[in-house]
């Protein structure tokens, strides 16, 4: 026969008031019905735990010896429930968020910020990295969610995305110097003899760019190359050359110009990707949520629109 947690609360209940017919009062149950759970306990372990005396109630050897344990299984019983009712109630736990740098550093913030203004106990944890490199750590469980910029191609089929933005693709120049252009919008072309700041390899705006000025009948020529956004941009504010960013990331770069591309422009699309048979954590469902939310609330950063 199995113990069960209720007997054990019982048992407690009773060598702690010493009493059955107040043990019952407190448990809120019958007289019979909290003598027979501890008739079944005595059954299960095979020995008797109380002894009833004139007033009350005693313990036997038994019962002595079983009272610290059951003390102990029902206090890691309460504590369990108690861990699980914090997660499941979003009071506690944690959350994995992947995001591209560019987004990093302008849609995550606003996003985290109004999520740790309704779950305050909640551990964020954000990796930032390309595309690619967030999906290789959605796919190897490193990642809860990823703000990633969807490929053309489509992802792996062991993720399931959602189209949140379009973002377009502008270039920046120091605001100090001339313009990259006289006229109102850029054609890529006129990139030609213009040094250009370069992402890394593996970037994604790297990619993009290349095929574009590729697609212009040129090479770019690279005045720096190699860096991540932050040192892109500040490259640029030193007056090194010109970059194709997101939009975007200027949004808090006095220093740094906006010029649109010229029709058809370029543009990417945001997604937000987990893993398809994945049940999420209630605290990364909740991030979901409010990532969603957010968009749909219009708080979006220049040159980006909604799906």
Do not use: W
């Not at 007997?7 to 407690?12: A, D, H, K, N, S």
């Not at 999520?115 to 190897?140: F, K, M, T, W």
């Amino acid at each position: 026969m199995t113990v069960q947690l209720q007997q054990l609360r019982y048992f407690l209940a009773v060598a702690e008031l010493r009493h059955f017919t107040r043990a019952a009062d407190e448990l809120g149950v019958s007289q019979p019905t909290l003598s027979k759970q501890i008739h079944t306990l005595e059954m299960s372990l095979g020995a008797p735990l109380l002894e009833r005396i004139r007033g009350g109630v005693t313990l036997t050897v038994a019962g002595e010896t079983l009272l610290p344990l059951a003390q102990r299984m029902i206090a890691d019983a309460d504590a369990a429930r108690d861990a699980v009712a914090d997660i499941v109630g979003l009071r506690r736990g944690e959350v994995r968020l992947g995001a591209t740098p560019s987004l990093c550093s302008s849609l995550v913030p606003a996003v985290l910020r109004d999520y740790r203004a309704e779950h305050p106990g909640i551990r964020l944890h954000v990796n930032e990295g390309s595309s690619q490199d967030l999906i290789a750590d959605l796919l190897a469980h490193s990642l809860d969610l990823a703000l990633i910029v969807h490929p053309e191609q489509g992802v792996d089929p062991a993720l399931e995305t959602i189209e949140l933005l379009r973002e377009s693709l502008v270039v920046a120049s120091v605001a100090s110097g001339p313009p990259p252009t006289v006229a109102r919008q850029l054609d890529l072309v006129e990139l030609r003899h213009t040094p250009m700041v370069m992402f890394r390899d593996g970037y994604d705006i790297r990619d993009v760019t290349l095929q574009a000025c590729e697609r212009a009948g040129f090479t770019p020529r690279f005045a720096v190359e190699g860096g991540e956004m932050d040192a892109v941009l500040a490259f640029v504010e030193a007056g090194l050359g010109v970059a194709l960013v997101p939009s975007m990331v200027l949004a808090n770069r006095p220093l740094l110009r906006a010029t649109p591309l010229a029709p058809p422009g370029m543009r990417r699309t945001i997604a937000l990707a987990q893993r398809r048979a994945a049940v999420l954590p209630h605290a990364a469902a909740a991030l979901r949520e409010v990532v969603i939310e957010h968009i749909a609330a219009g708080e979006l950063p220049f040159g980006v629109k909604a799906v």
